[in-house]
């Protein structure tokens, strides 16, 4: 059922002198008339036998008229100190502000308690009205900016459609927290590129400048290498590198041979790829092996394959000659062992090896050998 709007009467508001007194404890409700006491005990009237008199009753029904008059009046009531529930709509210095939870907190604009609702006073320089389109705005160029609007440029000459071959779809272009990405109608078209997100290499089919595999030939004015070569664990191929030593400026070719043997294969082919012309291989223990020539500042390097030319050595002793003519060993001779008398005489040509006293003070044995060399094969003492 649909409720009456009050008429705005207050009870007893016409009462003569005397019929409306206040109600001795309001907390303590009718209970007052028992014993005269508030709730803390304190006697605050006297007892009434549990009959409460017109005058206090007329004073209750006067205080909810009252109360009632002034939410009519008021609509929303002014803040006052004590506990609110959450919901509460308060008004507090003009400005309309709602409980957000159960506070003792007096609403103000930094007060976490309650939320700002709108405030009472001073409208018109508060709220942009519908008619006005914005008009009423003080400031224009800072609410341009505000709305990062001042960023947009000229918007007039950008849109969707109205070009030649273009549908009338709407296209959304948006932010995905990473990215740009297009939609259109209800049709996710992707990311899109730009100079803060440019593609990458696999997304393009471009060879990544951070290094990866190509899957056919690489042609190429010149390839260059920078770095040291670093192929990795359990990666076999060739690898071209710089400065390996580290710092000694050479070139590196790197031959990781994985589980075979292990080399270099340098051939050289006709301009129709038909025949071999010419090859050079490095093993993988380091022997090198050309199929032509090795040479030296430009002079060819002698080997087997290429021995000296043969001198004319006919002015010149030969072996034999010299094995029969000249000393080709020496050695030292049996040893002679000599006492007595000529203990004391080396012969002419010998060589003194040992001299000795036998049972006496003076020398009277000697050792001596005469030194023999090789000559034709036979040995011949020296002396």
């Known amino acids: 059922m649909a409720g009456k709007r009050p008429d705005g009467k207050v009870f007893a508001s016409g009462a003569s002198d005397g019929e409306v007194l206040d109600f001795p404890s309001i907390e303590r409700g009718w209970g007052v008339t028992l014993d005269g006491k508030d709730p803390d005990g304190n006697s605050v009237t006297d007892a009434t036998d549990g009959i409460p008199p017109m005058e206090w009753d007329n004073s209750l029904q006067h205080r909810i008229d009252s109360n009632i008059l002034w939410l009519l009046q008021n609509a929303l009531p002014e803040w006052a100190a004590g506990t609110w529930p959450v ?25 976490g308690d309650w939320t700002a609702l709108f405030p009472l006073v001073s409208l018109d320089g508060r709220y942009s009205q519908v008619s006005k ?10 609410a341009k900016e505000n709305l990062s609007l001042d960023k947009v440029g000229n918007y007039a000459a950008v849109q969707q459609g109205g070009g030649t071959g273009m549908e009338s779809n709407k296209v959304y272009v948006g932010w995905d927290g990473e990215k740009l990405i297009v939609q259109v109608d209800s049709t996710a078209m992707g990311e899109l590129f730009y100079g803060g997100h440019p593609p990458t290499a696999a997304q393009t089919g471009a060879y990544p400048q951070t290094g990866g595999n190509v899957g056919g030939h690489v042609n190429a004015t010149y390839l260059s290498a920078t770095q040291q070569a670093n192929p990795g664990a359990e990666v076999q191929g060739t690898f071209i590198g710089w400065n390996e030593s580290g710092g000694q400026g050479e070139s590196d070719f790197i031959n990781n041979r994985g589980g075979g043997l292990g080399g270099f294969i340098f051939r050289i082919v006709n301009s129709e790829n038909t025949a071999e012309t010419g090859r050079v291989t490095i093993s993988g223990t380091g022997d090198l092996n050309t199929g032509g020539t090795l040479s030296e500042a430009g002079q060819r390097v002698y080997s087997p394959g290429n021995p000296q030319p043969q001198q004319d050595l006919s002015g010149y002793a030969t072996t034999n000659w010299v094995y029969q003519n000249f000393i080709t060993g020496m050695q030292i001779g049996a040893r002679v062992t000599v006492s007595g008398a000529d203990s004391s005489v080396v012969p002419q040509g010998a060589v003194g090896i ?15 050998a005469y030194p023999m060399y090789a000559v034709n094969g036979n040995w011949v003492n020296a002396g």
Not at 96 to 106: D, G, L, M, Q, S
Not at 354 to 368: F, G
């Open 354 to 368: 040992a001299s000795m006293t036998v049972n006496d003070d003076r020398v009277n044995q000697i050792v001596y």
């Open 133 to 142: 389109n914005l008009a009423d705005l003080d400031d224009k160029n800072k």
């Open 87 to 111: 919901k509460s709509v308060v008004v507090n210095n003009d400005i309309v502000y709602r409980a957000v939870k159960e506070t003792a907190v007096e609403p103000t604009a930094s007060a």
